[in-house]
């Protein structure tokens, strides 16, 4: 059962910006702190940005000062705006919630290409 829809994925040059969103549904949106996930070839997928329903932010360090996760509490969307994007950034980046997580429920994740 899709809960959360990743999209806005697509191919850069390295230094460029995109806008990932991730429609949810209202439930999962009022209830839930949302993360963008990522997974590049090879290696585990890897939290990259989290908002709490409160709005308060983390980023782990690879990402601080070029990405930036909001919430549009009009339309349930999660956006992760990504600015200065590298060619380590290729991925594709997911959104979920803890407990889908810990489920293993993963939606079909949006691939962000950056081409150096």
């Known amino acids: 059962q899709v809960q959360l829809v990743e999209s806005g994925g697509g191919l850069v040059q390295a230094g460029g910006s995109l806008r990932l969103s991730c429609a949810a549904s209202?439930?999962?949106?009022?209830?839930?702190?949302i993360g963008w996930y990522r997974q590049a070839p090879g290696k585990q997928r890897e939290l990259v940005a989290t908002i709490t329903v409160g709005g308060s932010t983390f980023y782990v360090d690879s990402v601080k000062g070029r990405f930036t996760i909001s919430r549009d509490n009009t339309n349930n969307t999660v956006y992760l705006q990504m600015n200065s994007l590298k060619p380590e950034d290729t991925a594709v980046y997911y959104c979920n919630t803890r407990l889908l997580q810990a489920f293993g429920s993963w939606g079909q994740g949006t691939q962000v290409t950056v081409s150096s």
């Open positions: 209202g439930s999962i949106f009022r209830s839930n702190t």
